[in-house]
């Protein structure tokens, strides 16, 4: 059963930093696409950023770039989300989510975590 599980997520002021971790289980993801979404109230679920899982390689949404960063641990199985400079339209539930196909959209990716809170205050 593939299990993915977000934490760190939590209340910080505008500027500041959180990171967010994605603890994945249940199946080898080699191959695979890991990437970061996010929910604002009253809002779709929004791409923020994906890894490759073999290579590392990464992308961002135009709205994150330069002030977040996603990074992998392979031994762990964790991905994680570096969030700096945090403004208050970055608040939003954060969901890790897991994808064969290498598309930054929502219907590309198989599994998703439950979602962690983020709140920044202005």
């Known amino acids: 059963q593939v299990q993915l599980v977000e934490s760190g997520g939590g209340f910080v002021q505008a500027g500041g930093s959180l990171r967010l971790s994605c603890a994945a289980s249940g199946r080898t993801f080699s191959g695979w696409a890991m990437g970061w979404f996010r929910q604002a109230p009253g809002k779709g679920r929004e791409f923020v950023a994906q890894?490759?899982?073999?290579?590392?390689?990464?992308y961002y949404s135009d709205s994150v770039k330069g002030r977040f960063t996603i990074s992998r641990d392979n031994a762990k199985n964790t991905v994680y989300l570096q969030m700096n400079s945090l403004k208050a339209e970055d608040t939003a539930v954060y969901y890790c989510?897991?994808?064969?196909?290498?598309?930054?959209?929502?219907?590309?990716?198989?599994?998703w975590g439950q979602g962690t809170q983020v709140t920044v205050s202005s």
């Open positions: 890894i490759s899982w073999n290579n590392g390689i990464t």
């Open positions: 989510a897991a994808g064969r196909r290498w598309y930054p959209k929502e219907e590309d990716y198989d599994y």
